[in-house]
């Protein structure tokens, strides 16, 4: 008597017209169920999302036919980034990929390569382009929804699911990570992995968010899964939903930093004390993020201030994200006649982050020029570039010499 075959399910879909789900068997066979509710709201433009399970593949289809692919994490926690670059790139960077990959706009022949290089990159999968919650924000809140779809659409298609954490969260571990390794004897604390496909990471819980919870009832990488493809589709529902999403208010942030920064220009002071200075107020800015992480690591009051008094300025220039973030408040509030802008605060909090951990990050001129003084100051390798055709220059000489799926970390 033969062995009955083994089928197993190749892919599982949701699908808006039919409001069913269909199962797709390795025989090529199908069973539909019906959707009790329907997850696509009135303003998705999504039409079907298709998971490919054998693949760790998620693919998301758009009512005008449009297809999002992102790669789906998985629950050991593997290395699913297989040695290739990590090259973040500024919001107006990303316009500029959109608008050479589409065709449109006032684009040079020397960034259109570029962009079309670094597309053939990410399909090759020699680097990864991981968006974080700022291209989220920039993206969303604008008021053409055309230009929002097109622009959103292709952050979707070339980030492939792959998130830079939250840079919140991100400072977070790395305050906690100085405290264990100074006060607490704890060098094994690390910060993690900084570019990644988990769930709940692109808003951390410094924010006060909180994580989609796993599902009760189910085998745990079951419900692992069920998380991750929720994160998923909602990173992908949000970018392309109809509806724009407004921008919030950093005004009080503003107003503190222009105040601080026309009271030093004020000051009959050396450079150094301004700086001892600009580290007070930097340290007064993130002083809840050291209350909590001084908490968590159950510090005593002396031993917080013995490392506030002895120990903060060395750990904060040793941080790789939080590091750069204080050189940049240095290059800011020590130039004279500085004006502080709402989208400052963005900026400066991404970009160090992204220039603290990534291979490569393309940004605009003037917070561009803040990251590359700060990053020789503090005498690491500078790989942060204002026009696309340059970066690509870099990334082709390492990829030349090292070869894909060798990159150093």
């Known amino acids: 008597m033969s062995a009955q075959p083994e089928w197993s ?8 017209t039919s409001s069913s ?31 490919f399970p054998g693949l760790n593949v998620l693919l998301a289809t758009t009512k005008s036919g449009d297809d999002v ?23 107006n960077k990303w316009r500029v990929m959109a608008n050479a990959l589409a065709g449109i706009g006032d684009v040079s022949p020397q960034e259109d390569e570029a962009a079309w290089r670094l597309a053939n990159w990410v399909r090759q999968r020699k680097i990864i382009l991981p968006a974080s919650a700022a291209q989220y924000a920039e993206t969303t809140k604008w008021s053409d929804a055309t230009k929002r779809y097109q622009l959103g659409l292709m952050i979707l298609q070339l980030s492939l699911g792959w ?11 790395e305050i906690r990570a100085a405290f ?15 570019f990644s496909l988990a769930p709940n990471v692109i808003r951390g819980a410094a924010r006060g968010v909180s994580p989609i919870p796993m599902p009760e009832g189910l085998p745990q ?14 990173l992908i529902e949000v970018m392309l939903d109809t509806e724009r999403v407004p921008a919030g208010s950093v005004t009080d942030w503003v107003e503190a930093n222009q105040q601080f920064s026309d009271w030093l220009d004020g000051e009959k002071r050396d450079a150094q004390q301004k700086r001892k ?28 201030f013995e490392w506030m008094t002895k120990h903060a300025q060395h750990d904060l220039a040793a941080a790789p994200a939080l590091g750069l973030l204080r050189e940049m408040f240095h290059e800011r509030h020590l130039n004279k006649g500085t004006i502080w802008r709402g989208n400052d605060l963005t900026d400066m909090i991404y970009l ?39 970066a690509a220059e870099a990334i082709e000489t390492v990829l030349t010499t090292t070869g894909p799926g060798q990159q150093e970390s």
Do not use: W
């Not at 990488?221 to 909602?234: C, I, K, N, W």
């Open 180 to 194: 264990d390794r100074r006060v607490g004897g704890n060098s094994g604390t690390s910060v993690g992995a900084v």
């Open 352 to 390: 160090s982050c992204a220039a603290g951990y990534a291979d490569f990050v393309v940004c605009e001129r003037a917070m561009g020029n803040a990251l590359r003084q700060g990053i020789k100051r503090l005498q690491r390798p500078v790989r942060v570039f204002r026009y696309l055709s340059d």
């Open 21 to 51: 789900m269909i199962l797709t068997r390795s025989d090529g066979k199908e069973a539909r169920f019906p959707l009790r509710k329907n997850p696509f709201g009135e303003t998705s433009t999504l039409s079907q999302f298709t998971c």
């Open 221 to 234: 990488e079951m419900a692992f899964q069920t998380v991750a493809l929720t994160s998923a589709t909602a």
């Open 69 to 91: 692919a992102f790669e789906v994490p998985v629950l050991d926690g593997a290395d699913q980034l297989d040695g290739r670059l990590a090259v973040y790139l500024d919001q």
């Open 163 to 173: 998130q830079m954490r939250d840079p919140l969260q991100v400072r977070r571990d």
């Open 277 to 304: 200075s600009i580290d007070a107020f930097l340290l007064n800015d993130i002083r809840l993020d050291l209350a909590v992480e001084a908490h968590a690591a159950q510090l005593t009051s002396e031993a917080v």
């Open 9 to 16: 399910i190749v892919s599982m879909a949701m699908d808006r």
